[in-house]
């Protein structure tokens, strides 16, 4: 019987022998690209499902605030509307093609401690019936993802009719704590990024007090999701790094962050969870060593235009760290031959293991149909010819 997804996956991540690479189409579309690709052919087949490709199936809930903020317009013209987003974020954006432009982030939630409690009391906690909702219930009930269904799983071949698998697939399960998953970025959400800098000097034990909620809030919401499905990875947010690289040095982020990485990454072991992931934008090579230390042992996107370079990485690191993408996506606006070099040049990591090959984030909408099609073409050639 041949292996399932799911074990490839694994395997992978454990630096074992595959006889099939693990591969996805990639992540997300921006927008823009989705509509640009309907007008150029895609008939909006979900990508997995076109491609053929394996898939990383989510199963979080949302990790955010809770209420979520009511949805206000405070101001507009012809160009731009200003509102308040459902995070609680005073933001301005453009009317138009809003994916192709950074919006303006007017107002925060949080200014200083007093604040960040009643946000915490009113917003952050559990909340379990409105976190794990109705519908997230039944989408985990009815086969969609592997559920705990009384003293068992529902069974493969129910499964598969939900999820459009073949009977007997299975797809390896991701809990990911999104935009409110971290130690930087969800402190960023609420503070904003200029006011968490300084706050790190300015106001330490605010920062302190907000991590610490964090941590245990990412235990209890991931402890009630464990009552109703397994998962075998989970994944941290930050993005919290740029080109010139992260914007909290790794040493004042270890003196702040690094106990809590390690409690939650410690729990999280005990719970059975195989693997702990983490997401982060940008040049982020100074801070791989303490997630490495805090229990997390894969990365992604691996930004080409930041600096990151996937297999300079693995040299430096080997088989303590998994990759997760690395594949510059700037190369399928143009295609053709440096589409094949840039996939070429990271098929040893593939041959290596602990390397599922990958777009380094979103697809932009300068990248047409056509050219996505070439890119999955050539990337499955190249995993399939080994």
Not at 170 to 184: S, V, Y
Not at 273 to 300: K, N, V, Y
């Amino acid at each position: 019987m041949n292996p399932t997804s799911r074990q490839r996956f694994l395997d992978t991540l454990q630096f074992k022998p595959v006889a099939k690479p693990w591969a996805r189409w990639g992540a997300f579309l921006w927008d823009e690209t989705a509509e640009r690709w309907k007008q150029e052919g895609w008939d909006g087949t979900p990508l997995d499902d076109y491609f053929e490709l394996d898939r990383l199936v989510r199963v979080d809930p949302w990790y955010g605030p809770v209420p979520e903020f009511e949805h206000e317009v405070i101001a507009e013209d012809e160009e731009t509307v200003t509102y308040v987003n459902h995070e609680g974020i005073v933001m301005r954006e453009f009317k138009k093609n809003r994916d192709t432009s950074m919006p303006q982030f007017v107002k925060f939630p949080v200014a200083n401690e007093a604040e960040f409690e009643k946000f915490a009391a009113e917003r952050l906690a559990l909340h379990a019936d409105r976190r794990l909702s109705a519908a997230w219930r039944s989408m985990v009930a009815s086969g969609r993802v592997q559920a705990a269904v009384g003293k068992g799983e529902l069974r493969a071949e129910e499964q598969a009719a939900a999820r459009g698998a073949a009977p007997g697939e299975q797809w390896p399960r991701k809990c990911w704590a999104d935009r409110w998953g971290g130690f930087f970025g969800s402190l960023r959400n609420m503070l904003g990024v200029e006011n968490l800098c300084v706050a790190f000097y300015d106001q330490p034990r605010l920062i302190e007090r907000m991590m610490e909620e964090r941590a245990d809030r990412l235990i209890e919401i991931t402890a009630e999701v464990l009552q109703h499905t397994r998962f075998e990875v989970f994944w941290f947010w930050e993005d919290m790094a740029y080109k010139g690289g992260p914007l909290v040095g790794p040493a004042l982020f270890r003196k702040f962050a690094f106990r809590h990485y390690e409690r939650v990454c410690g729990w999280l072991r005990q719970q059975g969870i195989q693997h702990i992931g983490l997401d982060s934008d940008g040049d982020i090579r100074t801070l791989i060593p303490l997630w490495l230390e805090a229990g997390i042992d894969h990365l992604w996107p691996f930004e080409v235009q930041s600096g990151m370079d996937v297999v300079a990485v693995r040299k430096e690191y080997g088989h303590r760290l998994g990759i997760v993408g690395g594949i510059d996506k700037r190369v399928l606006s143009g295609g053709g031959e440096a589409m094949r070099k840039e996939v070429d040049r990271v098929m040893p990591l593939v041959e290596q293991g602990g390397y599922i090959p990958e777009l380094d984030h979103s697809v932009p909408p300068d990248v047409s149909w056509k050219n996505f099609c070439d890119y999955i073409a050539y990337l499955k050639f190249r995993l399939n010819r080994g």
